[in-house]
């Protein structure tokens, strides 16, 4: 069944999050997060802890400045859409689940996830913006329609690299209404 939890996990494991297979037994999410964000990590911890509760959820400290959130699960394919053994979210054009689109109460808790892992919030000239960044085109527009489902408007920038190295980025911007919704989808990155 999917609830909020499972979609904010979604959210964050398509922003920071990868899949592999170590032990060829069961499938490991982790995500990475800054530790400047202990907020967003009790989150990530909690939902995981919610959302798949068969399964142990453990923290491994990577440096001084970031750790993962790993869980070892054989239902997290199915349930993000992508596959620990195809590559890269990039190479496999990763977007959101279309469960998710079927309830706008599940696309809230994805965009959270989204936005706390792959975005950010600033004020410009005493206004709240905030900022969604991502490399996958797929991705990009799926944000773009789950704003437009939630009658956000926004602007779509792509931002050409000039070293032929990297790729395309997509900055998705709310400026109209920032606060609300930074408010609505109660996000804190502190």
Not at 61 to 87: H, M, P
Not at 147 to 163: D, M, N, R
Not at 174 to 188: A, P, S
């Amino acid at each position: 069944m999917h609830t909020p939890n499972t979609a904010y996990i979604v959210g964050v494991a398509l922003g920071d999050g990868n899949l592999s297979n170590p032990n060829g037994r069961a499938v490991r999410l982790r995500i990475t997060c800054d530790k400047k964000y202990p907020k967003v990590i009790e989150n990530i911890l909690i939902s995981l802890r919610v959302g798949l509760p068969d399964n142990k959820v453990s923290l491994v400290y990577r440096n001084a400045r970031c750790l993962d959130i790993s869980c070892y699960s054989n239902k997290l394919e199915n349930l993000l859409g992508w596959r620990a053994d195809l590559g890269s979210k990039y190479l496999q054009r990763v977007h959101v689940p279309s469960w998710i689109f079927r309830d706008p109460w599940l696309i809230r808790p994805c965009v959270r996830g989204l936005i706390e892992t792959d975005g950010c919030v600033f004020t410009d000239r005493g206004y709240t913006h905030v900022n969604f960044t991502t490399i996958i085109p797929e991705l990009a527009t799926d944000m773009e329609r789950m704003l437009t489902i939630l009658g956000f408007t926004y602007s779509t920038q792509l931002i050409i690299a000039k070293s032929s190295n990297r790729k395309p980025k997509y900055v998705i911007r709310i400026c109209k209404r920032g606060k609300e919704f930074v408010d609505e989808f109660g996000i804190d990155k502190n």
